[in-house]
Nanobody
Framework: QVKLVESGGGSVQAGGSLTLSCAAS??????????MAWFRQAPGKEREPVAG???????ISYVDSVKGRFTISRGNKNTLYLQMNSLKPEDSAVYYC??????????????????WGQGTQVTVAS
C-alpha cells in the first residue's frame, strides 16, 4: 500500500517561501512510474489542484494562480517537493500530496489519484 507523508508546512508572511515535501513509501514500481500532484483545500472551499508531474519523462503542469511562483519536482529517496515562493494570503490552505500509477491526461482531477497524504497546513499572513 502506497503511503504519502507531507511535511514542511507552516506560517509565513506574505512574500515569503516554503518548501513542502511528500515522502512516498510502499511503492511497487519506481518512483518516476507514478504520476504525482499537489492539491490544496482552504476552509469552506473545494479541494483544488496546484501542480502535477507525470510519470516517465516528466510533463509538469501548474494552475495559473501559482505559475512562476511554485515549482514541483521529484527528489531522491522517493520524495516529491513543492517549492513555494512569493506566497500570498490566498495560498493559505491544507496542502495534499497525491499519487497514481502511471500518467493521466487529467492531472488536475482529484479522482485520478489513488493515494493521498494526510495534508500539511500552510498559512500566509498579510
Amino acid at each position: 500500500q502506497v503511503k504519502l507523508v507531507e511535511s514542511g508546512g507552516g506560517s509565513v508572511q506574505a512574500g515569503g517561501s516554503l518548501t513542502l515535501s511528500c515522502a512516498a513509501s510502499g511503492l511497487t514500481l519506481t518512483f518516476d512510474s507514478y504520476g504525482m500532484a499537489w492539491f490544496r483545500q482552504a476552509p469552506g472551499k473545494e479541494r483544488e489542484p496546484v501542480a502535477g508531474i507525470s510519470a516517465g519523462y516528466p510533463t509538469i503542469s501548474y494552475v495559473d494562480s501559482v505559475k512562476g511562483r511554485f515549482t514541483i519536482s521529484r527528489g531522491n529517496k522517493n520524495t516529491l517537493y513543492l517549492q513555494m515562493n512569493s506566497l500570498k494570503p490566498e495560498d493559505s490552505a491544507v496542502y495534499y500530496c497525491a499519487s497514481r500509477r502511471g500518467s493521466t491526461n487529467f492531472w488536475s482531477r482529484a479522482s485520478e489519484y489513488n493515494y493521498w497524504g494526510q495534508g500539511t497546513q500552510v498559512t500566509v499572513a498579510s
